[in-house]
Each structure stands twice: as C-alpha cells, then as structure tokens.
C-alpha cells in the first residue's frame, strides 16, 4: 500500500510538533533497521529523554517537519500514538495511528568535524555535539554541585545519564580543548552551523564556576571571530554570588540565559531545591536585572521549563523579566527517566498553545526580544512563537 503524505505548511507544522511534544514517538522496527548514515545519531551529552527500552539503540535526535521544515524533538515514548516509520517508497515519516495521519520526516546529517581528531586523542564528537541541526553545543562539566548536594533540579537528567558510564564525553572541557573542537568544526564548511552554545553543570564555589564559563565564552568568541562565519554565541550560566562578574562577558557578543525555570515561589523551591538553597529565587531574578543592565536588552535570556507551574505565574513571571529588558523562553518540559520527574504528564497540547500565544504576544511587544534557538529548539516554541505560527494556527482553527 502506497502512503499519501500530508505535506505540512507552517501551522499544520506547529500542530504536529506539538501533538509530539506532548506525546513523544515510539519507532517502528522498519526504522530502526534503516535509520544511520548519513544520518545523525542521537548523542546524550547531556540528558537522556528516552524510554529505557531503546537504550543503545541508533536514533534519530530530532526531525524536521516537512517542506516546512520545523524542527521537533523525537522523544521516545512507548505508549505513544504516534509513530516513526520507513517504507521503501516513502522514506521516513511520522504515523498518527489513531487518526492515520501520516507526515514526511527529514534529519540533520552527521557532519563531518564529529571525526576531526583532536591532538590529544579522541575526535571533536566527544566535546561537541550538533543540536538542533545548527548548534554546536559544547556541555563542560559532566557534574553538578547541586547534584552532588542531593539537590538538583527535580527534571535534571545529568546523574541517571552521565552517571550511567556509557557517554563518550569528556568530564571536564579546558579552555585548549574547547578552542581547538571550536576551530575545527567550524572549518567543516558542510556543516549548517549558525550558532555556539556552551553550558553544564555547576562548578561548587559559585563566583569561580561563573568566570570559567565567561572566559570560555570569551575564548569562543575568538574563534568564532577568527573563523570568519556568521555564528551566533551563547551561554547558559548559573549566577555568580558577586553580580558584578557580569562585565566578564561585556563585549563579546554572546546571548548569556539565567534560567528562571519556575516563577511560582512555592514550586520553585520543591522543583529546584540546589537553586533554592543556593542564593534562591530572588538572587536569580536579581542576576537577570543586573545582566540587562550591564550587557543592555536582547543580549540576555531566561528559560521557563513549560509544563511545571500554572500559566498565570508563568505568565507573570515572563512579563516581569520582559519589562526588565530580559527575553524569557519557553522549553516544553518532558518526563526524563531516571528523574523525580519522570512521571509528571507533560503539558497538555492545549497548554502548549497557550504556552506559544504567550511567548508571540510579548515577542510582538518588546522590541529586544529575540528567539534563544532561533530554527534549532526541539523542545523550544520560541522560533515558532517569533514566525507567528500559533496565530496563524488559531486563525486556521477558526475557519473551521
């Protein structure tokens, strides 16, 4: 039986990511036998968002949704709906089962510097990894001091995934190692990358840990300087004790997020107990005042994990950070295995909506707001929120 495949336009797109957001993908036996080259693998630098079941086995990272080509994670999830399927004659695709939709599916290509090889051994893939087919994302510090505090982040994944022994990362990224991995991926001219973005784990002694991210950054800069690319420049950073330390990263161009995570008080300090413990939640909306201040509006963001808090405190709480020349994002929270969390429903495709209407809104109102993934978030609608795909859906929805 020959499919016939739904060709998505934007809003039929966002429809589609959001279905999956909310309910992952379970991959038929066809496509694993045929998913690889020149394909790229799926590598867990950081967290594994996986059903435990597929543990080991080649996936895909994320896919595009097609001809519009918006990107969306690809969370497995056994129970869900909606399926990752092959055919000889269509490719890949995604199968709604209960409706019989079915979608055509694209995916980044493996690049090549993953096999540039480093001086001191191993290759460029085992301190940079491809997200969202356009970032490289560099994570530096396998630990957390809040996880070695037995207080991290209730839907932080970094313990049950690096702790598993079986990431071919390197524990700690050196400013040299970081340099090097940095030129020789951007000198694989193939490679669609538009941006850098380096995070990890806390360092214990906050004011330390924030200068050795900032003169990372730094250093990337100058790479990226010297390579010669339109390459954009973030960090995602825990804040230091002393504010002040901000002007480390003055002058270099790079997009810095302080990650609210939860607005609601009470939340906030059963979801994030390390954070709460350490400065709390005033110190980090303090951070990002002060951040704006020093580094001026559209230079600094903060990460709402979507999912976790009511919509109103969420929304209070991206609006305050607006007026203060922030811009908030929205990443669609997902139940990780191995975490507190991992049985907390991800949000409703309803919510999500909601989520995206709220984040088009204030992008429409504050002229410094920008996309922090801008056509690389898998579990972000912050690209999707800047194209005004949730008015257009909702304007669709209405002609119905």
């Not at 107990?273 to 230079?299: C, E, M, S």
Request: glycine share 8%.
């Amino acid at each position: 039986m020959v499919l016939m495949l739904e060709d998505l336009d934007g809003p039929a797109a966002l429809q589609v990511k959001m279905e999956i957001l909310h309910h992952g993908v379970v991959p038929t036996d066809a496509a694993l036998a045929n998913y690889g080259p020149p394909y790229l693998e799926k590598r867990r630098a950081y967290a594994n968002s996986d059903d435990p079941a597929f543990a080991g086995r080649v996936l895909p990272q994320e896919a595009y949704l097609e001809p519009a080509h918006l990107i969306t994670s690809l969370n497995v999830r056994c129970t869900s709906p909606w399926s990752l399927d092959w055919s000889a004659h269509e490719g890949f695709f995604l199968t709604d089962t209960v409706t019989g939709r079915a979608v055509p599916v694209d995916f980044p290509r493996r690049p090549a510097f993953y096999e540039y090889p480093m001086s001191a051994g191993g290759s460029v893939k085992n301190i940079a990894t491809l997200y969202g087919g356009g970032s490289v994302g560099v994570f530096v510090y396998a630990r957390c001091a809040l996880v070695d505090m037995a207080k991290a982040c209730q839907y932080c994944s970094i313990e049950p995934n690096r702790g598993s022994g079986s990431v071919d990362f390197a524990n700690v990224i050196s400013e040299a190692k970081l340099r090097e991995a940095l030129t020789l991926a951007l000198q694989d001219c193939e490679a669609p990358i538009s941006q850098v973005m380096i995070n990890g784990g806390n360092f214990p002694d906050q004011d330390r840990s924030f200068l050795y991210y900032a003169r990372l950054a730094a250093a990337a800069r100058e790479v990226i300087n010297a390579s010669g690319r339109d390459v954009e420049l973030h960090l995602i950073v825990y804040p230091p004790k002393d504010l002040e330390l901000y002007a480390a990263l003055a002058g270099h161009d790079v997009g810095v997020a302080i990650n609210t995570e939860v607005y609601d008080p009470e939340i906030f300090a059963r979801v994030c107990p390390g954070k709460d413990a350490t400065g709390g939640q005033q110190h980090i909306l303090g951070a990002l005042r002060h951040a704006a201040k020093i580094l001026g509006p559209g230079h600094v963001f903060s990460i709402f994990v979507g999912g976790l808090e009511p919509q109103n405190s969420m929304a209070e709480g991206m609006r305050r950070l607006a007026d203060d020349g922030v811009t908030p994002i929205i990443n669609v929270f997902h139940a990780d295995p191995g975490t507190p969390l991992h049985t907390h429903p991800e949000p409703t495709i309803e919510r999500i909506k909601q989520m995206g209407e709220l984040q088009e809104g204030l992008f429409e109102q504050y002229p410094h707001m920008r996309p922090f993934y801008m056509n690389c978030g898998r579990n972000s609608i912050d690209t999707e929120a800047y194209m005004g795909l949730f008015s257009q859906l909702a304007r669709q929805d209405a002609r119905r």
